[in-house]
């Protein structure tokens, strides 16, 4: 990504790659000056210009932010301060306003989702993608639907496939990491934005993500070093940057698609719907489009059954906030085995609870000033 560095007011802007604990990964903007400025230690500032590589410094934050509650995430620009060029290091002094806001995963100022699938090994899985559709657009963010592994299946396929998604509402793009097919058509989508890549697993995201990104092996090693990690580690989410001067974030927490939104958000999330609500309406505001009267959304749309199988789940996700804001629910969450959380019903709690030993010896004080009387 290209910027300005603001050489007049002493700022160096720069976007944030990785995070680690209390370490952040930062890239500076390059300019087209050339300024040799000294720094507070008396060392000469590297020359940063537009046919360098951009300097990276590994940054903490400053006190005064974590005072004030103002989180550092992946994706963030931000007012570096105080740069150690000798010894690669910085202090983050100030974010910039986020234009964009994903919280899982955790990443700031995405422009758009590339979404990959395979066309075959595995096959292609309509209710899995229309869930990892549906997802993604609640994100509110572009979605690019690319579909890899191609050459496994006739051109007629392909044609009937591509018939299929746009009547979704979506035009996919097919390819090949393999045999190289339409890789480029996909870095021309990239250029100067920060897109993240998601999708199941088994369909390619890391040979593409090996194939966008030149040295993406020798790249994970170097931050993996200077952030000690395991180099294998993927609960992290990283940002690389791409030759088309666009950064890509492989995203391991979006590979399991929840579903997180309201039962009347939910129809907005389909293409294909947002067509007829924008040339009718339903009778009811709150058409939930089940079996209310006078529906224009109910019909004989392919991803109707979908809809009303994820409109369970944003019933009963809406149903459990609701009990959580509630603080005299008598249902509490409770996690059990491998992730998995269910609803349980509470103890009284007043009746369970073990008795203080200071209120224990104010009863006795009583009881025997009672007793004297």
């Given amino acids: 990504m290209t910027g300005t560095v603001n050489f007049t007011t002493g700022q160096l802007l720069g976007t944030v790659l990785a ?51 103002q989180q550092v995430m992946v994706g963030d620009r931000v007012v570096i301060e105080e740069p150690d060029w000798a010894g690669g290091r910085g202090a983050i002094a100030h974010v910039l306003p986020r234009q964009t806001q994903l919280d899982r995963p955790p990443i700031a100022n995405v422009n758009q989702i590339l979404l990959v699938f395979a066309v075959a090994d595995p096959p292609l899985e309509p209710y899995q993608l229309s869930r990892f559709l549906v997802k993604a657009e609640s994100t509110g963010l572009d979605v690019v639907l690319c579909l890899n592994k191609s050459d496994l299946v006739s051109p007629q396929a392909q044609q009937q496939i591509s018939d299929r998604l746009g ?7 097919f390819i090949s990491v393999q045999n190289s097919i339409n890789i480029d058509q996909i870095s021309a989508y990239l250029n100067h934005r920060i897109t993240v890549i998601a999708g199941p697993s088994g369909v390619g995201k890391s040979s593409l993500i090996n194939s966008l990104v030149p040295d993406v092996n020798l790249r994970v090693g170097e931050v993996s070093g200077k952030l000690a990690r395991g180099r294998h580690t993927t609960r992290h989410v990283e940002l690389f940057e791409l030759p088309s001067k666009g950064l890509l974030a492989d995203t391991p927490g979006f590979n399991q698609p929840d579903l997180d939104c309201t039962p009347e958000e939910l129809v907005y999330y389909f293409p294909e719907v947002r067509e007829r609500l924008a040339t009718g309406s339903c009778r009811f505001s709150d058409c939930l489009h089940r079996d209310e009267p006078d529906c224009v959304v109910r019909g004989d749309w392919e991803r109707y059954e979908h809809y009303l199988e994820f409109l369970a789940d944003a019933v009963a ?31 009284e709690s007043k009746k369970y609870r073990r008795v203080a030993r200071k209120t224990q010896l104010q ?11």
């Fill in 317 to 347: 996700y809406q149903t459990q906030r609701n009990q959580q804001a509630d603080p005299e629910s008598t249902l509490k969450l409770k996690t059990k085995g491998k992730g998995h959380s269910q609803y349980e019903p509470k103890l």
């Fill in 19 to 69: 995070v680690q604990a209390n370490f952040y990964q930062v890239q500076l903007d390059v300019t087209d000056k050339e300024p040799q400025e000294n720094d507070d230690a008396g060392n000469l500032s590297p020359t940063i210009s537009a046919s360098s590589t951009p300097p990276m410094l590994l940054c903490t934050r400053r006190t005064r932010l974590k005072k004030i509650g």
């Fill in 363 to 373: 009863a006795l004080q009583n009881l025997y000033q009672d007793s004297e009387e």
């Fill in 167 to 173: 009547a979704w509402g979506y035009q996919p793009l």
